[in-house]
């Protein structure tokens, strides 16, 4: 069974960078056509998909946060991380990392990590 | 803000049905396959249907899932008050180059 686990500060001062690291157990990030991906919901809101990395390094990000991301991947310790740069408080969310299974036209988040608040303030 | 477009909430009494729609376009479900989640109160999302109708292993068979067109449907049987969640839709859309997963706006199902 697959497990992600989210870790990080839970408060970054605004104008900052918010680093967050999902740590993988029961699987390798190296799987093929599985894709690790953040995703947050601001509180009382919806899901909003960040972005993915592959085990290679390829990475694809949501445009809306295109120029403030960086999503990357340590395959030796079986970790990838987030960085979002220039935080408000709109960036005010839970943080889930997820394992996304991307395949031709069949995709799905079907791990997530409990997920992390980060506060921005 | 999400391209797909679900109600805002439903309702039923125990033992009852629901049914959740999701709205699209070629660019989503039109062309790809549509998964659900369901999220408890304070939890993270948990996937309840994927490929638009099947079930991951543990999933009762009380939760269904259709696709006709550019709309997706999720129908609860069997309304229990363990039901009481969020439930998002989700599948790629590829109306930018590399393309991206989109979610819906989300319904809160509530059991009367």
């Known amino acids: 069974q697959v497990q992600l686990q989210e870790s990080g500060p839970g408060l970054v001062k605004p104008s900052e960078t918010l680093s967050l690291t999902c740590t993988v157990s029961?699987?390798?990030?190296?799987?093929?056509?599985?894709?690790w991906s953040w995703i947050r919901q601001p509180p009382g809101k919806g899901l909003e998909w960040i972005g993915y990395?592959?085990?290679?390094?390829?990475?694809n990000y949501n445009p809306s946060l295109k120029s403030r991301v960086t999503i990357s991947v340590d395959t030796s310790k079986n970790q990838f991380s987030l960085k979002l740069t220039s935080v408000t408080a709109a960036d005010t969310a839970v943080y889930y990392c997820?394992?996304?299974?991307?395949?031709?036209?069949?995709?799905?988040?079907?791990?997530w990590g409990q997920g992390t608040l980060v506060t921005v303030s | 803000q999400s391209v797909l477009t679900q109600p805002p909430s439903v309702s039923a009494a125990p033992g009852q049905k629901v049914i959740i729609s999701c709205s699209g376009s070629s660019s989503n479900i039109g062309n790809n396959y549509v998964s659900w989640y369901q999220q408890l109160p304070g939890t993270a999302p948990k996937l309840l249907i994927y490929d638009n109708n099947k079930r991951p292993s543990g999933i009762p068979d009380r939760f269904s899932g259709s696709k006709s067109g550019t709309s997706a449907t999720l129908g609860i049987t069997g309304l229990q008050t363990g039901d009481e969640a969020d439930y998002y839709c989700g599948t790629w859309d590829t109306s930018l180059s590399a393309g991206l997963y989109v979610f819906g706006t989300g319904t809160k199902v509530t059991v009367l």
């Open positions: 997820a394992r996304l299974h991307l395949y031709y036209d069949s995709s799905r988040p079907d791990y």
């Open positions: 029961g699987g390798s990030v190296s799987n093929d056509n599985k894709y």
């Open positions: 990395v592959y085990y290679s390094g390829n990475t």
